[in-house]
């Protein structure tokens, strides 16, 4: 089992930036996948991207971010982040983290992100 808690979210204007956290209870971070997804008002969630177990080498993002959004761990202090550039309104949503480990799922509670001026 394992808590995860996202923070960083907040109000900015379009082409700012933002850096999610989420904050993972248990000495087993490493051993996680981790991904980062977002829910748009009045629509579904929606994959953004992810970053693989142990030192993290390997991201992959949804099209939409690539070239903005950033993923990366630091294992030491059992957190992943979301570094977020350029944003754009349509960028706007609950963004929600995700650990996965042979099949388990477990999410945080989500952290609102909206771009507008």
């Known amino acids: 089992q394992v808590q995860l808690v996202e923070s960083g979210g907040g109000l900015v204007q379009p082409g700012g930036s933002l850096r999610l956290s989420c904050a993972a209870s248990?000495?087993?971070?490493?051993?996680?996948?981790m991904g980062w997804y977002r829910q748009p008002p009045g629509s579904g969630r929606e994959w953004v991207g992810t970053?693989?177990?142990?030192?993290?080498?390997?991201?992959r993002y949804v099209d939409s971010v690539k070239g903005r959004f950033t993923i990366s761990r630091d294992n030491a202090k059992r957190t992943v982040y979301l570094q977020m550039n350029s944003l754009k309104p349509e960028d706007t949503a609950v963004y929600f983290c995700?650990?996965?480990?042979?099949?388990?799922?477990?999410w945080g509670q989500g952290t609102q992100v909206t771009v507008s001026s």
């Open positions: 995700q650990a996965r480990f042979q099949g388990a799922e477990f």
């Open positions: 970053i693989s177990d142990g030192d993290g080498d390997i991201t």
């Open positions: 248990g000495s087993l971070f490493s051993i996680f996948h």
